[in-house]
């Protein structure tokens, strides 16, 4: 296995799934030592942290849930757009691809361009 791609997978494991957790854990603590410990009147009310972290997660999770539907349908679309307007390698494999259509592209350029993609096919298995 290549290095590189064991670094991206510790990467993407690290800021999609543990710091996701950790920083909502300490979401929760910081906010409950902010909005209820010395405040009187929320102490009373929710006097632990635990049934300030059930209550909290109860109205944060459908809230992200929300907010994330409403991204994945307005926002990502134009993401993605943006993504791919600026993206060379996409770039590079279309114009081949329009090359080797209109007979401009070299055997060497057709063959580079397999390759590439016989790579980017191998990529996808693992």
């Known amino acids: ?3 590189r791609m064991l ?10 799934y543990l710091m996701f957790f950790l920083t909502f854990v ?11 410990e010395g405040n009187s009147i929320f102490e009373k009310i929710i006097p632990y942290m635990w049934l300030f972290s059930i209550i909290f997660v109860l109205l ?3 809230i ?6 409403w991204h994945k349908n307005t ?17 590079r494999m ?3 691809l329009l090359d080797v259509q209109t007979g401009r592209a070299s055997k060497e350029e ?4 397999r390759k590439m993609i016989v790579d980017i096919e191998k990529d996808e298995t693992r």
């Open 1 to 3: 296995m290549n290095l």
């Open 7 to 16: 670094w991206f997978d510790g990467r993407i494991g690290h800021t999609t």
């Open 26 to 36: 300490n979401f929760i603590i910081i906010a409950f030592n902010f909005l209820i």
């Open 60 to 62: 944060y999770v459908p």
């Open 64 to 69: 992200s849930i929300l907010i994330g539907r």
């Open 75 to 91: 926002q990502l679309s134009t993401e993605m757009d943006i993504l791919v307007n600026t993206n060379p390698i996409l770039a």
């Open 94 to 96: 279309v114009r081949t």
């Open 110 to 113: 057709i063959e580079e361009f």
